[in-house]
């Protein structure tokens, strides 16, 4: 450094010594570094001097180096270092780095790399002084590493499993030849790409799942899964995944050795189909029925859902078989199969029985309405002719309907009573459906009643507005409001939104009620403002059918004007579960509420919790707490911590975060210590009607601090 820096004065040594020149014991110490050897020489190679470690390598004394030519002291290489000595006095720069093996007097060869500098005295150089690093270790290993990486290479390229290794997200960072045989993507393409570029969404899931595994435990897990290759083909393959860590330990990713099953994994699906399927009408089987079944009866009862189940059977089966031949039968029940299939959807389960009976689980059902409506559809499509073989026939079904809970809690039962109301269909003549219970048809004529009572509800605007204070807990001031439907029935009690709520919306009444609401909330809202109350927010509660309304967020704008609400005071609150209906609309129409202005909500938040990564994507403003988990909060550990996560998503997302169904102080005190300040509850007030809550808002403040 100090070469090709001022010639005369070497800064350094100056300034670390504090006198003119470094001390002669620290340089000493300097020259004489275990690994090197330095000495000079002058212009014809003759040593001038040299450090321990040089004399150590030539094996003389001092004596006997002082002037010899650099030959004496090194004969093998010395003669090819008079050109580079020669260069560095010639151009008056150093020479670095260069690699060679020096045969000491020993007989040892060393790997070392030589540094030559010129030697200034004064302004003039006298020489070339060496420096020959000892490297044979450094070098020793990196010969080791390129060997090792060399014969990994090999070996990876020759085994038929793909290895491969990815980054924490996913991504290939590395892989083998086989590995983009398995995958089918040329190496090229293949470098980079997430897993879920070659897997549809539910493989990415289990993948995911598999690679988290890993990640929380440290330890290796083995997982199945299908990838779809280039060309479209499907295979499956399976893999051991283990944790790839880097020097210090940390996690930087995952590697593994796949494998492609797919001839393996075809056979065993085929056997486990054909065990739990009706290979005439490839619909699930008995077995399978109640396996099914079984399972989504645990979710209706952990849910507090309604099921039903529907039991068909054929009026004229054994006819058509006597007369047309078991071929024709055949067709006629993989036919029968296919009809009914159009009329339910796609989550809803249809088995076949054996012989001509058939059952269809619907499951959620949302009202026991549609139970029957969906028996009718099935009875008027299972009345129309067949053609077969030229002939034209009819052969309509019977369908006995059981509903869960009501009827029965198992799935035996379920069978049992919906086998004998099927019964009741055949003997009372055919081609119709019956309901196990007899209740059931007192039922089915109330919900005519219900339908006629709220269309005139309607036309009567018979609909009253209740609204509940939302308030930040820290200093008692109401930040919001929500609304909440009551209907005031002709015979004067005001009925609660669950009696008529979900009837509303099965019966698509929901929507010109909502429109009602949000009309009649906007103009609350106006004569407020016009009496000094300023209430910052406004929420009403809209369905998911109200989303599906493309007028919906015209509506909002044109009801906001004429009232004079500014946008920014009216919220809208949807369920999660709303909200996950035909996402890519519902997640526009929320995209231009927002635009507009109108802030919203997620209601009930929690239940689904799963979709909690789904949520990131909601454009939303607020989440409210599902009443259960606060309820749960003083003595669940579980639900405490999932407020916590709420309380934490809220925070990194910005959003505000309401927790619902406040009753007591301990609950209060409980989610303050969360972090979790704006509360909607009782302990607060109930749901008031516009005059009660223009008393209340008053007697907290609201008037006196927000008014202009
Ligand atoms: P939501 O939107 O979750 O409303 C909160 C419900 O919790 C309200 O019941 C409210 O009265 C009740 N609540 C508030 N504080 C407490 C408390 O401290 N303890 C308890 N136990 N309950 C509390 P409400 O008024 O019976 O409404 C029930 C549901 O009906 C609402 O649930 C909402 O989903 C629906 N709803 C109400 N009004 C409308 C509307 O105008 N349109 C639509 N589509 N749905 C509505
Ligand atoms: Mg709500
Ligand atoms: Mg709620």
Known sequence: MTVSGSPRQPRVLRLASNATWVNTESLKQLLDAPDMAIWAVDAAQRVMWM??????????????????????????????????????????????????????????????????????????????IICVHDITDRVRTENTVRLNETRYRTILDEIHDGYF?????????????????????????????????????????????????????????????????????????????????????NPIGFRGLARDITETKTAELRLHFMAHHDLLTELPNRTQLMTQLTASLEEARQGH????????????????????????????????????????????????????????????????????????????SLQQPWVMEGHEFRCPAS???ALYPEDGQDATTLLKHADMAMYQAKTTGGNRYALYAPMMSYRSSRYVQLETQLHQALAHHDFRMHYQPQVDSRTGRIIGAEALVRWQHPDGHLVAPHEFIS?????????????????????????????????????VNLSASEFQQPDLVDYITKILQESGVPPACFAVEMTE???????PHTLRVLGDLRTLGVAVALDDFGMGFSSLR????????????????????????????????????????DIDLIAEGVETPAQLESLQQMGCFYVQGYLFSQPLPADAFDAFARSVGLADTSSP
């Open 614 to 653: 789904y949520l990131k994507d909601f454009p939303i403003t607020a989440l409210k707490i599902e009443q259960s988990f606060v309820r749960g909060l003083v003595e669940e550990p579980k639900d405490r911590a999932v407020i916590k996560t709420l309380v934490e998503f809220a925070q990194y997302f």
């Open 399 to 401: 369908i006995g309907i």
């Open 503 to 539: 009837f509303a919306e099965q019966s698509g009444l929901i929507v010109p009620l909502g429109r009602q609401v949000i009309a009649e909330v906007c103009r609350q809202m106006g004569v407020w403002q016009s009496a000094g109350l300023f209430l910052p927010k406004i929420a």
């Open 51 to 128: 450090n321990r470690i040089g004399r150590l390598w030539c094996g003389k004394p001092q004596r006997e180096i002082l002037g010899r030519h650099e030959r004496d002291l090194f004969p093998p290489q010395a003669d090819q270092w008079c050109e580079w000595e020669a260069q560095v006095l010639r151009t008056r720069q150093p020479v670095r780095h260069q690699r060679e093996v020096l045969t000491l007097a020993s007989g040892q060869c060393l790997e070392v790399e030589i540094d030559r500098v010129p030697y200034w005295k004064g302004a003039a150089i006298v020489g070339v």
């Open 165 to 249: 290794e990815v980054d924490l997200a996913g991504n290939l960072v590395f892989f083998n030849v086989a590995l983009s045989h398995i995958l089918g993507y040329p190496a090229n393409v293949l470098y980079g790409m997430n897993n879920r570029e070659y897997t549809d969404a539910a493989n990415a899931k289990t993948l995911y799942q598999a690679f988290n595994r890993v990640y929380r435990t440290g330890e290796p897990v083995s997982v199945d899964w299908q990838i779809i290759r280039q060309d479209g083909t499907q295979r499956y393959l399976t893999a051991s995944v283990a944790l790839l860590r880097d020097d210090h330990n």
């Open 305 to 380: 859902g309604l099921l039903a189940l529907l039991f068909i059977d054929l009026d004229r089966f054994k006819h058509v078989n006597d007369t047309l031949g078991h071929l024709a039968g055949d067709q006629l029940l993989r036919g029968v199969a296919e009809r009914i299939r159009q009329e339910v959807r796609h989550s809803d389960i249809i088995a076949r029985m054996g012989g001509d009976e058939f059952i269809v689980v619907l499951w959620p059902l949302y009202q026991e309405l549609a139970a029957t409506a969906i028996a009718a559809r099935m009875i008027h």
């Open 577 to 583: 579960s709303a909200a996950m209906q035909r996402m």
